[in-house]
């Protein structure tokens, strides 16, 4: 009993935290909504402040959507900006995708450049150096290739850069257009957990968190920092480059302006890979505050009882109540964010989007299971600091520092040996 | 070089992703070329009167507005991919014996063709509405879930000369007796599920007009295959 009331405990301190989740998320989302008149004056005012920016595109395979998400920063309502996709190699599947967005917009500055770089460890990093060599204008957008933007966005982010105490403008993002059941959980995930706990660390903790999907900065203040082969390898170049930025005294900004991430055809190995990495990943930069996760994750701390003590009527009882308290608080997200999506975006544009418009709830009944998926990855990076990322395997070290991890000896083997019996098998 | 893919089903008949899904799925993936071309089933055996009863063909009484969706898809492809869209459909005999089952692709159909037809009835009205005959994985597959249809191929003396082309690769599997038989070749991807999108595909040197694409795939020149892979 005196175990069971421990966890009991624990997930009334997990479900305390996300009540503060959700009114972080409530509060953001309300102030971007009292600041509508204000920007739209701000939008419509001769005054804005829209300086040319070089938006820098890296890409890598095809994401969810790929044409569509490009093609939304061709269709900015800003007066300069270029546009610059940058590959490593012209053979990618998603090369053909950005000369075809290229074509359609012919009166666009859009370069698409293919240059191998292997200067560092993170390929993300090594996608953008090329790009950023060339890149024009003194503002530069690093935006990731699976974002949908409205036609606002670059107004909405850039208007804070006329402080010249801003260093960096990240953005909130949210999960939409799931249509399969992998999907469905990493968007159950963006629209819970990912988006809830930016909100908090911005809202109560006034922690600096940059979402890598959508980093708007200055070159003079990436360069004070030692520019992007500053965080050629390490994982989290977004963290490190915020965290950065704001120990030179800038300050990072969370922009209310909610970015899509389109995420269609995952299946359920996609999402487990996803986020064990950013599992380790938060492990190795977080430390001992990674334990916050697990108790931050309430219905998994009440299904506990029923794996580690009994299943009874109380135990049953326990965790249906919480993953039924947990499913309602994440319709509320939902809600919240459709309706800040109708109000801010969608009806400004004059843009049918079924899918973004869509609010299907039985959907949410599927939260419980995530998070039991979630409380069970949660372990893997105590016991693993190996990821495999865009077909490269590293070793995660401090502040996600990253060094080579080649299969050698038994390892190597062992995947011998698998992929053999797969190709016999299949 | 055009990247195509002209072996595509929807839930016109067993895909799993809706028609204006799967020219979007396509569009967002950078193609050239595609063909839509959902399965029509014979009603004269046993297995052909399950896909009926289970609607998983399309029919007489509903293949105009199947052709009219794709045409209407068709077009939005073009403005928003500059996507070609050719309408098609994948006449499909079949039998409980893999020897006496065969596919094939009908391309660029313009009026219904029944399953039940004997071979040459059915490839004289595809030759007079001038549209292009594919045979359809002509030879063992490697899946454990599908079924072989060998019929074409064990009579390929008397019906090549009504093939336009034969698949030299379906989704995963490689034929290599139609690159020794020195056969018209492409290759496609059997779409049924999003997955599918990674597989065999052909790609073409010619250019993005359907007559062009259909003498190109008739000749034979400037044809070649690709593993798509992400």
Known sequence: ?426 | MLLCDFHIHTKYSDGSVELRKTVDLFGQAGFDVIAITDHVVNGDSSIGKIAHRFRFTVKEDNFNNYLSNIRQESERAWDKYGMLVIPGVEISKNYLSSDKSAHFLVLDIKEFIPANWSYEKIFLEAKKQNALIIACHPHHSSEITTRDTLFLWNNREKYSKYIDAWEIANRDDVFNVISLSKYPYIANSDFHKPKHIYSWKTLLNCEKNIVSIKQCIKHNKGVAITLFRN
């Open chain 1, 1 to 426: 009993m005196t175990l069971f009331l421990i966890f009991v405990c624990l997930t009334a301190i997990g479900l305390i935290a996300y009540g503060f989740q959700i009114l972080s998320i409530r509060s953001k989302l309300k102030a971007t909504n009292i600041k509508i008149k204000e920007a739209r004056q701000f939008l419509t005012s001769s005054e804005s402040f829209c300086p040319p920016v070089s938006i820098i595109k890296p890409l890598k395979g095809l994401d969810d959507n790929l044409f569509d998400n490009l093609e939304s920063f061709c269709l900015q309502d800003y007066p300069e900006y270029e546009i610059i996709f940058s590959l490593q190699d012209c053979n990618d599947p998603a090369y053909k995708v950005a000369r075809k967005v290229k074509e359609k917009h012919p009166d666009k500055d859009i370069s698409v450049i293919t240059e191998r770089c292997n200067i560092g460890l993170n390929p993300k990093v090594n996608n953008l150096i090329p790009a950023y060599k060339i890149a024009k204008y003194e503002h530069i957008l690093i935006s990731d290739s699976n974002v949908l933007v409205s036609s606002n966005y670059l107004k909405e982010i850039t208007k804070h850069m006329k402080d010249p105490s801003v260093g960096l403008v990240s953005n909130m993002i949210h999960g939409t257009s799931e249509r399969t059941f992998g999907s469905i959980l990493e968007n159950l995930h963006l629209n819970s957990f990912i988006i809830g706990s930016v909100c908090l660390l911005d809202k109560y903790l006034r922690m600096p968190c940059v979402i890598g999907k959508s980093m708007l900065m200055r070159k003079k203040d990436l360069e004070f920092i030692g520019g992007l082969k500053a965080v050629k390898d390490v994982l989290a170049e977004d963290y490190i480059i915020g965290k950065r930025i704001h120990e030179m005294g800038k300050k990072v900004i969370l922009s209310t302006h909610l970015i899509r991430n389109v995420n269609e055809y995952w299946g359920i190995k996609k999402f487990i890979n996803r986020h064990t990495r950013w599992g380790k990943l938060r492990w190795k930069i977080g430390g001992i505050s990674y334990i916050s996760e697990l108790i931050g994750n309430p219905v998994f701390m009440s299904f506990l009882p029923l794996i580690l003590l009994e299943v009874s009527k109380i135990t049953l009882f326990f965790a249906m109540f919480v993953s039924f308290v947990k499913i309602l608080g994440d319709i509320y997200i939902g809600k919240l964010i459709q309706k800040q999506i109708k109000t801010t975006q969608l009806i400004k544009q004059k843009i049918t989007d079924s899918d973004a418009l869509t609010f299907n709830p039985f959907r949410y009944f599927l939260s419980p299971l995530k998070d039991i998926i979630i409380g069970i990855i949660w372990f893997i990076p105590l016991v693993s600091n190996k990821v495999v990322w865009r077909g490269n395997r590293y070793k995660i070290g401090k502040d996600s520092q990253l060094s080579l991890c080649p299969d050698t000896g038994i390892l190597l083997w062992k995947y011998r040996l698998l992929n053999a019996l797969k190709t016999r098998f299949a």
